[in-house]
């Protein structure tokens, strides 16, 4: 379900940051590198983020909502007198899930980022689209896609974690499984926005 969203997102963020650098690179006769900011910008930066934002208010809320159910539910104490652990049988493989879905996503992020550009420049800033996927692949490198990924699967675990911690925490009936699926998108937002900060600044420092 996270696809169609993901997918119109990352075609206006193409879109935007085309229009946006157009004017700029313009004055110094470089328009054509409107491919290389948008590669390089959605490879490393906007394709795993975005993606992994509307991944927390869909998967993320959603294991909140169902852990905290089944709490109020006393579902989880009827999975530990069956001799179930329920970190093992409900944590577990969401965590995993969350980790490789992710990954998954950026991809699809990535290409659909780099294709909405691409129709920007091509229809309305007249840009040869041979050029501009000429400069996308000199300015993308593995390291840039690799990057994006690992982010990408960080941001899926956090993500998960934070849903299965607040879902086990949730208490005070519908009220507390309702606060604990609101804390679950604010927290996990905060928290992939300062992930980011930080993989951004070790990735600057190790020069990659």
């Given at each position: 379900r996270s696809v169609p969203i993901i997918v119109l997102v990352q075609v206006f963020i193409g879109i935007i940051l085309a229009l946006q650098m157009a004017p700029t690179l313009s004055d110094y006769g470089q328009l054509d590198k409107v491919a290389n900011v948008?590669?390089?910008a959605v490879f490393r930066e906007l394709g795993p983020l975005i993606s992994a934002v509307v991944l927390s208010g869909f998967a993320g809320a959603s294991i909140a909502a169902e852990i905290g159910s089944m709490v109020e539910s006393e579902e989880i104490k009827a999975l530990r007198a069956h001799g179930l652990n329920p970190v093992n049988f409900l944590v577990v493989p969401r965590v995993l899930a969350s980790v490789f879905m992710m990954v998954c996503?950026?991809?699809?992020s990535?290409?659909?980022g780099v294709l909405g550009g691409f129709g920007t420049s091509a229809f309305v800033l007249g840009i040869d689209p041979q050029l501009y996927l000429q400069n996308t692949q000199e300015a993308v490198v593995v390291k840039d896609f690799l990057?994006?990924?690992v982010k990408a699967g960080?941001?899926?675990l956090l993500?998960?974690?934070?849903a299965c911690r607040l879902g086990l925490r949730a208490s005070g009936g519908s009220e507390g499984v309702g606060r604990a699926t609101?804390?679950?998108v604010v927290y996990s937002i905060v928290g992939l926005?300062?992930?980011?900060?930080?993989f951004t600044a070790t990735f600057y420092i190790l020069g990659w």
């Amino acid at each position: 379900r996270s696809v169609p969203i993901i997918v119109l997102v990352q075609v206006f963020i193409g879109i935007i940051l085309a229009l946006q650098m157009a004017p700029t690179l313009s004055d110094y006769g470089q328009l054509d590198k409107v491919a290389n900011v948008i590669g390089v910008a959605v490879f490393r930066e906007l394709g795993p983020l975005i993606s992994a934002v509307v991944l927390s208010g869909f998967a993320g809320a959603s294991i909140a909502a169902e852990i905290g159910s089944m709490v109020e539910s006393e579902e989880i104490k009827a999975l530990r007198a069956h001799g179930l652990n329920p970190v093992n049988f409900l944590v577990v493989p969401r965590v995993l899930a969350s980790v490789f879905m992710m990954v998954c996503l950026a991809v699809i992020s990535d290409v659909v980022g780099v294709l909405g550009g691409f129709g920007t420049s091509a229809f309305v800033l007249g840009i040869d689209p041979q050029l501009y996927l000429q400069n996308t692949q000199e300015a993308v490198v593995v390291k840039d896609f690799l990057t994006g990924l690992v982010k990408a699967g960080v941001f899926g675990l956090l993500i998960s974690l934070i849903a299965c911690r607040l879902g086990l925490r949730a208490s005070g009936g519908s009220e507390g499984v309702g606060r604990a699926t609101t804390e679950t998108v604010v927290y996990s937002i905060v928290g992939l926005i300062g992930m980011d900060c930080v993989f951004t600044a070790t990735f600057y420092i190790l020069g990659w």
